[in-house]
């Protein structure tokens, strides 16, 4: 099962087990670097779940305000929506 | 039914049966069916399968991750061949280890071998309780050690952070459908989980800080640690 590696320089040296690999994951050759880099996946993280949380409080205050609408006033706005997506698809079918 | 007290040394029995007469994992799924059955069968087909896994027990499973797992991955190549990693992995569903075994692997050992956490945070996500699976997991969203990963478009660099995030968010990981876990933060609105604290303090500081990072670019070299 090691023989066949695709990503095998040469077989040759195959006593240096980490010589077999394009990749090198030793680890901490840059300790500053590393930790550099670590802290901003880990900030992408969190910034991915702040993101996630406001989105869904963001659909429950629409959904609040449009159970609050009168019945017109929702129409009112369905009939604006509505009329936006038709021209949307009107000035896209122009261009084709 | 109660796990037998010996351990059969190939997987016959366990195929055969389709774990109708062993114990199922802790989160009520069958340890049998828990990976494809096509990655199954070409687990069971494979060189390392058959050379490696037989009659080995949960103290082994350390000596062949040390020796043979460089990388992590599912499946490689046009035969798809399965990786020693999802080898082993088959194994340790089969062996079903108890928690004190996967402490030990992921604590002690996980900080000598790096691939031996690797294994155990991924047999942990497929075999564990949601609740058990983000309380064991995200400790590890620390570990920032280099790993392989062999996928379909050749080896890449990835990390171990990166690894368990992936084990967290993602639906199929190394050539397995991961089963679907309750959101993190139903679990947190039926109090059977705190809120994360990231290790890097609190929130509110970070996502100011942040803005700055990723202006200043991607690099991550010029500003390791300027903000120690």
């Given at each position: 099962w090691e023989s066949d590696n695709d990503d095998a320089g040469n077989n040759s040296d195959s006593s240096q087990p980490n010589k077999k690999h394009t990749v090198d994951d030793t680890d901490d050759l840059d300790p500053a670097a590393e930790y550099a880099a670590w802290k901003l996946r880990e900030l992408k993280r969190l910034r991915r779940e702040r993101d996630a949380i406001e989105a869904r409080e963001r659909d429950l205050v629409e959904l609040e305000r449009r159970r609050n609408l009168t019945e017109e006033e929702r129409r009112a706005e369905d009939d604006a929506h509505v009329a936006a997506q038709r021209e949307e698809k009107e000035s896209r079918g122009k261009m084709a | 039914m109660s796990k037998p007290t010996f351990h059969r040394a190939d997987e016959r029995r366990f195929l055969d049966e389709r774990g109708s007469s062993g114990p199922l994992a802790p989160n009520g799924l069958n340890p049998a069916t828990i990976m494809e059955k096509a990655v199954r069968e070409r687990i069971v087909d494979s060189y390392f399968y058959k050379e490696q896994c037989f009659g080995v027990n949960e103290a082994d499973i350390v000596d062949r991750v040390v020796e043979h797992v460089d990388?992590?991955?599912?499946?490689?190549?046009i035969a798809q061949k399965p990786t020693p990693f999802l080898c082993l992995a088959f194994k340790l569903l089969q062996l079903a280890p108890g928690d004190d075994v996967l402490a030990e692997y992921l604590q002690f050992g996980g900080e000598k071998f790096k691939y031996l956490r690797a294994l155990a945070?991924?047999?942990?996500?497929?075999?564990?309780?949601?609740?058990?699976?983000?309380?064991?997991?995200?400790?590890?969203?620390?570990?920032?050690?280099?790993?392989?990963?062999?996928?379909?478009?050749?080896?890449?660099?990835?990390?171990?952070?990166?690894?368990?995030?992936?084990?967290?968010?993602?639906?199929?990981?190394?050539?397995?459908?991961?089963?679907?876990?309750?959101?993190?933060?139903?679990?947190?609105?039926?109090?059977?989980?705190?809120?994360?604290?990231?290790?890097?303090?609190?929130?509110?500081?970070?996502?100011?800080?942040?803005?700055?990072?990723?202006?200043?670019?991607?690099?991550?070299?010029?500003?390791?640690?300027?903000?120690?």
């Open positions: - | 990388f992590i991955g599912g499946v490689s190549g945070v991924f047999y942990v996500r497929l075999t564990r309780t949601d609740k058990a699976v983000f309380e064991t997991l995200e400790p590890f969203l620390e570990d920032r050690r280099k790993l392989r990963r062999k996928g379909r478009d050749g080896t890449t660099l990835t990390f171990m952070d990166v690894f368990v995030d992936d084990l967290l968010t993602k639906d199929r990981v190394c050539a397995t459908s991961l089963w679907k876990m309750r959101k993190r933060d139903i679990l947190e609105d039926l109090e059977l989980l705190e809120p994360r604290v990231s290790p890097l303090g609190a929130l509110e500081d970070l996502l100011e800080e942040e803005d700055e990072i990723i202006q200043d670019g991607e690099g991550g070299e010029a500003n390791g640690d300027g903000h120690e």
